[in-house]
T-cell receptor
C-alpha cells in the first residue's frame, strides 16, 4: 500500500528548516528516502531500518517511528541545492519490494 | 562503471505500435525493476526481477512485458502502445531487494 507523504509541497528561503513526513497504514521494516531534481533520475539519500539502524551518506537526518509507522526527513539550514522532489519508499518486510509515496516538492529560494 | 543505462532517451509512438525500452547495468546487481512516473503519482512499479530468469509483476503491469535472460539486461516491452502509457520510465537496480536502488536516466515516451 502506497505511503502518504506530507506536505505535498513546501517553499523555503535559504537557511530555513523543513520536515517531510511519510506514513503508512501497515507495519514497516524499513523506509528509504530519495531526492529527484527536475528532469533527472531519483538519487538515494538514506535508509532507516526497523530497530533504529540508519544508513545514509548525506548531511540530512531522519527518524523512523516504528510504532507510528512513520518516518520524517529533516532538512536543516536548507541550501539551494536541496530543491527537488523527495520520495519515501517503504518496505513492509525484509526483502519485500519498495512502494513509493507521491513525493514532496521542495523549493529553496535565495 | 556506467551504472544503469537506458535507451532511448526519448520516443514518440503511434497508438498500436510496439517497442522495447532497453535497460542495462554493470554493477552485477541481482534486483532490477521498471517504474513509470506520472505527474503527482510518484513512482509506480511495473515489473521487477530478483535474478536472471526470474520476473514478477508490480503494481501496474498491464500492457507491458519483461524478460531477464542475463544479470545485466532487463528490457521492457510495450506490446501495443496506448496514450495512457505516455510517461517517463525509469529502470533501477540494487544488489538485492530492499537495498539502495540506482536509477537510470529515464526514457520519456509519448504515445499519440
Amino acid at each position: 500500500q502506497q505511503p502518504v507523504q506530507s506536505p505535498q509541497a513546501v517553499i523555503l528561503r535559504e537557511g530555513e528548516d523543513a520536515v517531510i513526513n511519510c506514513s503508512s497504514s501497515k507495519a514497516l521494516y524499513s523506509v528509504h528516502w530519495y531526492r529527484q531534481k527536475h528532469g533527472e533520475a531519483p538519487v538515494f539519500l538514506m535508509i532507516l531500518l526497523k530497530g533504529g539502524e540508519q544508513k545514509g551518506h548525506e548531511k540530512i537526518s531522519a527518524s523512523f517511528n516504528e510504532k507510528k509507522q512513520q518516518s520524517s526527513l529533516y532538512l536543516t539550514a536548507s541550501q539551494l541545492s536541496y530543491s527537488g522532489t523527495y520520495f519515501c519508499g517503504t518496505e513492509e518486510t525484509s526483502g519485500s519490494r519498495l512502494t513509493f509515496g507521491e513525493g514532496t516538492q521542495l523549493t529553496v529560494n535565495p | 562503471n556506467a551504472g544503469v543505462t537506458q535507451t532511448p532517451k526519448f520516443q514518440v509512438l503511434k497508438t498500436g505500435q510496439s517497442m522495447t525500452l532497453q535497460c542495462a547495468q554493470d554493477m552485477n546487481h541481482e534486483y532490477m525493476s521498471w517504474y513509470r512516473q506520472d505527474p503527482g503519482m510518484g513512482l509506480r512499479l511495473i515489473h521487477y526481477s530478483v535474478g536472471a530468469g526470474i520476473t514478477d509483476q508490480g503494481e501496474v503491469p498491464n500492457g507491458y512485458n519483461v524478460s531477464r535472460s542475463t544479470t545485466e539486461d532487463f528490457p521492457l516491452r510495450l506490446l501495443s502502445a496506448a496514450p495512457s502509457q505516455t510517461s517517463v520510465y525509469f529502470c533501477a537496480s540494487s544488489e538485492t531487494v530492499g537495498e539502495t536502488q540506482y536509477f537510470g536516466p529515464g526514457t520519456r515516451l509519448l504515445v499519440l
